[in-house]
């Protein structure tokens, strides 16, 4: 064997006692018993020399006599037999596959095959089982959230349908803008259904007028708090032009 594990924390375990010489001995005996797959020889002097440990024998000695057990033919570490007799046993597995054409295969599938013909109930998946075999993610569909509209989309909104599409667009923007786009207490979903509504509000307040023109005071209220807010808040990219334009900056 020229490769055998090697447990850190179990050879520390038992040997932390050894100096660093005791320690280094021991290794070099196990290296020569896996690489050779023999016990260490009842005469040393041999290993001794090969393993150049001639000025170490007398701990030599106490490690074999600590961690080996002197048998007719040698000194026999218990772990490294278990070892090379289980990597024997391995090899001739191997051996005996490899003129088999290989590990041979599980029979897995006649048995599954068996196992669904007597149970078809059971081990058939319905329709909604087979979906998430193939996708076990859910289908979620990502809805769009709110996006405000621009000045440019809501004059084109109000064109055609008011007299001055640009001062209602400006209107419409700055009332929303201060209230956080919310319709009542609720945020808003649809900015072009405010505005359907806003155009219909606008022609009931100014029954047998123009648009535009206000009726009531409180129209008129609004309308001046909004000219009030586009002059303040310039910096927003919105500009306030006198009659019908509504332009950005």
């Known amino acids: 064997m020229h490769y055998y594990q090697f447990n850190i924390g179990d050879f520390s375990l038992h040997t932390n006692h050894l100096t660093l010489e005791e320690e280094a001995v021991y290794r070099r005996l196990l290296d020569f018993y896996y690489d050779t797959e023999l016990p260490i020889p009842i005469e040393t002097h041999p290993v001794i020399r090969r393993l150049r440990l001639g000025l170490y024998e007398p701990t030599v000695d106490v490690i074999l006599h600590e961690f080996f057990v002197k048998e007719a033919d040698g000194w026999h570490n218990l772990r490294a037999d278990i070892e090379i007799a289980d990597y024997h046993a391995k090899g001739k597995t191997a051996r005996e596959n490899g003129s088999k054409g290989g590990r041979p295969k599980k029979n897995s599938g006649s048995k599954t095959q068996s196992v669904i013909?007597?149970?078809?109930?059971?081990?058939?998946?319905?329709?909604?089982?087979?979906?998430?075999?193939?996708?076990?993610?859910?289908?979620?569909?990502?809805?769009?959230?709110?996006?405000?509209?621009?000045?440019?989309?809501?004059?084109?909104?109000?064109?055609?349908?008011?007299?001055?599409?640009?001062?209602?667009?400006?209107?419409?923007?700055?009332?929303?803008?201060?209230?956080?786009?919310?319709?009542?207490?609720?945020?808003?979903?649809?900015?072009?259904?405010?505005?359907?509504?806003?155009?219909?509000?606008?022609?009931?307040?100014?029954?047998?007028?123009?648009?535009?023109?206000?009726?009531?005071?409180?129209?008129?209220?609004?309308?001046?708090?909004?000219?009030?807010?586009?002059?303040?808040?310039?910096?927003?990219?919105?500009?306030?032009?006198?009659?019908?334009?509504?332009?950005?900056?």
């Open 117 to 249: 013909l007597a149970n078809p109930e059971i081990t058939q998946p319905k329709p909604k089982q087979e979906l998430r075999t193939i996708n076990n993610k859910p289908i979620t569909i990502k809805k769009k959230g709110f996006i405000k509209p621009t000045i440019t989309e809501l004059v084109d909104a109000f064109a055609g349908k008011v007299t001055d599409s640009g001062h209602q667009a400006g209107l419409f923007l700055c009332h929303y803008e201060s209230n956080g786009w919310r319709v009542g207490r609720n945020p808003m979903k649809s900015w072009q259904h405010c505005v359907t509504n806003w155009i219909t509000r606008s022609k009931q307040n100014g029954t047998g007028q123009q648009f535009g023109q206000k009726a009531v005071s409180k129209s008129e209220r609004r309308d001046e708090a909004a000219r009030r807010y586009l002059e303040e808040n310039n910096d927003d990219g919105v500009a306030w032009a006198s009659g019908n334009q509504v332009s950005p900056r």
